[in-house]
């Protein structure tokens, strides 16, 4: 009879537990996605999570130094956990009575995610002062592509002597759109430097590029049918300008490196955004037509 008893105390302990851990886990809802599917291997991988607060009251979620109130189990192919790069504090985030926020993180700077693959994420979002009650996401599905090398280009740091950096550029069909990127690569390390998207592009013309003498990247290629796109980028991977071109009268603009190391384009139109922005506003306002009074 005591065995009976002593089974029903602890069958109900259990069923006590398990509905104030539910209880505890219903003040939140929390759910996770991606920017994307498919990403180049270097490039941000932007998770973004959102949280719902159920609880009735404000909620503050903070790191108290030992612990964080965002956790993410990110794994490769074969089940295994990817190293974080360190220590990762995600800041504040107050949420309102019955509302959401969402907070952006970029895993590929918190884990090592230099590699191409296939990969898994799931988030675990804790409840203010506890390391136990919270609420965790589904899993996300992502591939990191090694894209396809372009040009490269190796060159000196300015006002750094012996230190190098590799320019790359690479294709990659991400999304079913064909995209060009920019790759900075550490010359001592190999590591990467910065890698981003730089557009669409219609392989329909070669991609142009070349180093000026400040060492800064330039890069040019066709965007849309009717417009080329010209960047300017540093050995740290800064864009330091961007501009659209269209065609010339006579043919496709062209990047023309001068004697003194200085780099142009030529046989082109330089397109003003904003001087285009404003004439379309002009048309669209010329053709409204005033109220019909009766």
Same mark, same amino acid.
């Given at each position: ?20 851990a ?13 920017s ?37 189990n990110?794994?490769? @192919?074969? &089940?295994?956990? $990817?190293?974080?790069? #360190?220590? *990762?504090?995600? %800041?504040?985030? /107050?949420? +309102?009575a019955?509302?959401s ?11 090592q995610?230099?590699?191409?693959g296939n990969? @898994?994420? &799931?988030?675990? $979002?804790?409840?203010? #002062?506890? *390391?136990?009650? %919270?609420?965790? /996401?589904? +899993? ?8 396809v ?71 040019m ?31 496709d ?25 404003e ?16």
């Amino acid at each position: 009879m005591r065995y009976w008893c002593g089974v029903i105390i602890i069958r109900s302990l259990l069923i006590l537990f398990i509905a104030f851990a539910g209880l505890a886990n219903a003040q939140l809802s929390a759910s996770l996605k991606l920017s994307k599917k498919q990403y180049l291997a270097g490039e941000p991988v932007i998770a973004i999570v959102t949280v719902t607060n159920h609880a009735g009251r404000e909620l503050t979620f903070a790191s108290d130094g030992r612990t964080q109130w965002l956790d993410f189990n990110l794994k490769d @192919s074969h &089940g295994e956990s $990817v190293t974080p790069k #360190g220590r *990762t504090l995600f %800041g504040r985030m /107050t949420i +309102r009575a019955g509302e959401s926020l969402a907070r952006e993180v970029d895993l590929a700077q918190h884990f090592q995610l230099s590699e191409p693959g296939n990969f @898994s994420v &799931g988030a675990l $979002v804790h409840m203010p #002062g506890s *390391t136990v009650d %919270g609420s965790s /996401t589904g +899993r996300v599905l992502f591939n990191q592509s090694p894209g396809v090398p372009y040009w490269s280009q190796k060159v000196g740091i300015p006002g750094s002597s012996g230190l190098t950096r590799e320019f790359r550029l690479l294709n990659f069909s991400g999304d079913e759109k064909s995209q060009i990127y920019a790759q900075i690569i550490d010359g001592r390390t190999g590591q990467n430097v910065r890698t981003f998207l730089l557009g669409d592009v219609l392989m329909l013309r070669k991609p142009l590029a070349t180093v000026d003498r400040q060492q800064r990247l330039h890069v040019m290629f066709l965007a849309t049918p009717t417009m080329w796109v010209h960047y300017q980028i540093d050995t740290d991977g800064k864009v330091v300008e961007r501009q659209i071109h269209r065609r010339g009268s006579q043919g496709d603009p062209q990047l023309l490196t001068f004697a003194d190391g200085t780099v142009r384009v030529a046989n082109s139109i330089p397109y003003d955004q904003k001087a285009a922005a404003e004439a379309k506003a002009k048309v669209r306002k010329a053709s409204d037509r005033p109220a019909v009074g009766y």
